[in-house]
């Protein structure tokens, strides 16, 4: 296996290689995907761009009332970030269980979603967030909602000549997110489900706001709409609960591979929906189901 690597030392040089070659170079970041594919034929490039130098895209900040995270950023830097509280959590808590330590420290927040894996941890929170990505190239720029960057396994929006430099998330600072996964053991396990949640509450303890996204239970991460629809207006509350858990039912449509049969991953969803909303609404019991 001979490449050849180049090294951009801008954004902007990076773009305009990526432009003058149109298909025939493949960015690379912290590699801790594309090294696999690499390894194993999935991908044979003659040249990678490193992008590793881009120290442009590796920040954590707050624009006005909204919080931009560079492509760059790795899971470690979101892991540790305390930028990440309140209603980001959920980005916190995932980017945590993201592979191990040594994945953390290399794998970027970008790189997760330009791999389009449909159990990609850090994704269901951005997704439960309303993130927005934006996508640039040596022509211009464009945002895209992450809920429609996903076309399928292994395939995004994203064109051979752009790269995600940021992702932007606007939240109420009244609002909460948590985020739960479920693997065949407790580290370096891929999802067998995932789920996040946001959850905005007035002070009578009805829902103002809600977002819940899951992994691992379609061909992309998806969206509980129908939860989130009937959450509305609700006082959330046992009943109510229980009612949002037999509508995730309904939002998703997983299969059966080896890591779980796709009874269990819809049994485990529910689960995992009703933990989230009895944590986020600060209901105190246990009636929320095993897993």
């Not at 592979?99 to 997760?112: K, V």
């Not at 269990?264 to 995992?272: D, E, G, I, T």
Request: overall charge positive; charged content about 20%; aromatic content about 4%.
């Amino acid at each position: 296996m001979r490449f050849q690597t180049l090294t951009p030392r801008t954004a902007c040089e990076a773009l305009e290689l990526l432009r003058e070659n149109r298909g025939e170079l493949l960015p690379v970041a912290g590699g801790t995907n594309v090294l696999v594919d690499l390894r194993r034929g999935k991908v044979a490039p003659q040249v990678l761009v490193d992008l590793s130098r881009l120290e442009e895209w590796r920040e954590i900040r707050f624009t006005g009332d909204m919080l931009e995270i560079g492509g760059l950023v790795t899971h470690a830097d979101l892991a540790a970030s305390p930028l990440l509280m309140g209603p980001f959590a959920a980005l916190r808590m995932a980017a945590r269980v993201v592979g191990g330590p040594q994945i953390r420290n290399r794998g970027t927040l970008a790189g997760n979603l330009q791999s389009a894996s449909p159990a990609a941890d850090a994704v269901s929170p951005l997704l439960a967030l309303n993130a927005v990505l934006t996508l640039v190239s040596a022509e211009g720029s464009r945002e895209v909602k992450v809920a429609e960057f996903f076309l399928g396994p292994g395939k995004t929006l994203l064109k051979p000549t752009e790269l995600i430099s940021k992702v932007t998330i606007r939240a109420n600072p009244g609002g909460k997110s948590i985020f739960y996964k479920c693997g065949k053991r407790n580290a370096l396990a891929i999802s067998v489900v995932n789920l996040a949640a946001y959850l905005e509450l007035n002070p009578e303890g009805r829902c103002t706001g809600s977002g819940i996204a899951l992994g691992a239970v379609a061909p992309t991460p998806v969206r509980a709409k129908r939860v989130e629809s009937y959450l509305l207006q609700q006082k959330i509350d046992d009943t109510v609960i229980a009612q949002a858990q037999e509508l995730v039912d309904s939002d998703i449509c997983p299969i059966s591979d080896i890591r779980a049969e796709a009874s269990y991953r819809r049994q485990l969803a529910k689960v995992l929906a009703g933990r989230a909303l009895y944590a986020l609404a600060g209901l105190g019991g246990n009636n929320y189901g095993v897993g």
